[in-house]
């Protein structure tokens, strides 16, 4: 299990600190908590191409799969649900990566799979749409990418996140906002013409009104809303993929 006191810290910044911050705001951060936890756990997978941090050495093939997510640093509360910020659980040849490092290392990438967030349901639903469409297999691909790389670790990991993470996060969250658009969403916003009296008002504002009273078409509405923010969250460079920032991680010092 990931570790105790970690959890409770989680815990605590969570559910007791109060945080008051909009859907946007909400969205973007998560999204970028996960870009940066990728990074995370790239490193400590760079660590694996050094036997001496090995508990037990790696296949030549270093098969990477990511199923479904196996550790939670806690449960949200009513009205919540805790989002994973990576998008499920590595494994290499169907093992717990964690078991192939020794020491604090291990604890600290093992940790990483436990973060969570306190949300609103529809950043799971958002999630589970993105991962659904190719998100699980880019953060597979991605981890691979970095275990059979020869060069840097700082090289290799920001070749991996920027050209096989980035795209391919990219693409599911594409491909899940696509998804989510063949279900009947709200009407868009008709604004009166210029030149008309009505220039600049929105003319179905009833019609709107009267769709977001469906709670089924406010929450696809929504989720919309979040796979775009995490789209553009792809934008940012992660802090973590600095060079320092990368050392830094890989010692235990960030």
Not at 78 to 97: M, T
């Amino acid at each position: 299990m990931p570790d105790r006191a970690e959890a409770a810290i989680e815990r605590f910044r969570h559910l007791r600190v109060e945080r008051s911050s909009s859907d946007p705001a909400s969205a973007l951060g998560h999204s970028r908590a996960r870009n940066g936890h990728v990074v995370k756990v790239l490193c400590h997978l760079a660590l694996m191409r050094d036997p001496t941090q090995l508990a037990r050495p790696l296949s030549a093939q270093r098969n990477v799969t990511c199923t479904a997510a196996e550790r939670q640093f806690f449960s949200a509360p009513d009205g919540l649900q805790a989002a994973h910020l990576l998008p499920g659980q590595i494994k290499i040849d169907a093992a717990l990566p964690w078991t192939f490092l020794l020491g604090p290392p291990s604890r600290r990438l093992e940790n990483l799979f436990g973060y969570v967030e306190p949300l609103h349901a529809n950043f799971n639903k958002a999630d589970s749409a993105a991962e659904s469409n190719g998100l699980t297999e880019a953060f597979a691909a991605t981890c691979r990418q970095v275990l059979v790389g020869t060069g840097s670790p700082e090289r290799d990991i920001e070749a991996a996140y920027a050209r096989v993470w980035v795209p391919g996060a990219r693409a599911a969250f594409d491909a899940a906002a696509m998804q989510k658009r063949s279900k009947p969403v709200p009407p868009p916003i008709i604004y009166g013409e210029p030149g008309t009296p009505d220039f600049g008002n929105i003319l179905n504002l009833e019609e709107r009104a009267e769709a977001f009273a469906d709670e089924a078409l406010w929450n696809v509405h929504e989720q919309l809303s979040v796979l775009d923010y995490y789209r553009a969250s792809l934008d940012d460079t992660p802090p973590e993929l600095r060079p320092r920032k990368i050392a830094d991680i890989m010692s235990g010092a960030g």
